[in-house]
């Protein structure tokens, strides 16, 4: 079932105190599309997760909260809920993947979390189940949950705001929060956007089970996109995706390096991997033309990487 317009507007009141409003800023380039880049990465943590996070804190019982957090994430989410978790003065327990970038790992725990790292089959068991054999603690799931997308939704309302006549959108795919979020309030409100999701070629489920018309499993293999690409979409989020969204776009680790390198050198500007495959799909002119924002989801890349890739590409 969609959320409300209500649930969006309670959720910028209840994060007011604790996310940012990101500024939205042309990004000059060497295309037809008028570039817009949404900048995530200016959060607190680093990344929009802040605001679902923080959303579902708000509306949790002080007797739930006083149990702990917990939830399953590959780094984002963890840094979001261990963020709100210490500003309650509660513990957080994180199960990431093993394959999990150690910089945004090192995060979680500087702000206080507990990393429980775990196969790939048994982390995503974990969005299934909610819950972590021996851990008694409130659950916070990362993308399949009304209000962390009411939280990601008031993302929509800042767009709106600053730029009223928008053509079209471009999101990161990790696993549809996102931009089921942002999507669930603009076709509310500007129902002419476009809205595509951005996804990586080493695992891009969701263009994969949009083209079958069904969940589809696809091949996985990690790279310097670790904030988006996995084997599968969580049957929930394939339903609101094929409702909401117009397509997904996928790209290749080289363009997505190359998008990373120009917002570098135009905006100054320091993205992570599922950053820049949204601004990598803006540009290659299959969201169409016009006004288009690409969602800079977050910034938390480890700098070695990134100025290896900036250097020398994918």
Request: hydrophobic share 45%; net charge negative.
């Amino acid at each position: 079932m969609p959320f409300s317009l209500e649930q969006v507007e309670e959720a910028r009141q209840n994060i007011a105190s604790i996310a940012l409003r990101t500024p939205l800023v042309p990004c000059p380039c060497d295309s037809p599309v008028e570039l817009y880049l949404k900048l995530e990465n200016l959060q607190p943590i680093g990344s929009f997760k802040i605001r679902g996070a923080a959303n579902v804190v708000a509306l949790t019982s002080r007797a739930k909260l006083e149990r702990g957090l917990l939830t399953a994430s590959a780094g984002n989410m963890a840094q979001g809920v261990a963020y709100c978790a210490r500003r309650l003065g509660v513990p957080a327990t994180i199960v990431a993947p093993d394959t999990a970038p150690a910089t945004k790992l090192r995060a979680v725990e500087r702000l206080g979390g507990r990393v429980i790292l775990a196969p790939f089959a048994e982390w995503w068991r974990t969005f299934e189940t909610r819950s972590y054999p021996g851990v008694d603690a409130t659950f916070i799931h990362a993308f399949d949950d009304e209000d962390v997308m009411a939280g990601n939704g008031t993302i929509a309302m800042e767009l709106l705001e600053d730029l009223p006549r928008i053509d079209a959108v471009v999101i990161p795919w990790g696993g549809g929060g996102l931009s089921c979020g942002i999507a669930n309030v603009l076709r509310e409100l500007a129902p002419q956007v476009r809205i595509y999701a951005a996804e990586i070629e080493t695992g891009a489920p969701l263009a994969a089970s949009l083209a079958a018309g069904e969940p589809r499993t696809v091949e996985y293999t990690p790279s310097f996109v670790d904030g988006i690409g996995a084997r599968m979409v969580f049957p929930a989020m394939f339903e609101r995706a094929r409702r909401l969204l117009d397509g997904s776009i996928v790209v290749t680790l080289d363009e997505a390096a190359q998008a990373l390198k120009l917002v570098a050198e135009r905006n100054r500007v320091i993205m992570e991997g599922a950053a820049a495959c949204a601004v990598a799909a803006a540009l290659s002119g299959r969201a169409g033309g016009g006004k288009v924002v690409a969602i800079v989801s977050g910034g938390n890349i480890d700098l070695d990487k990134f100025a290896g890739l900036v250097a020398g590409g994918a």
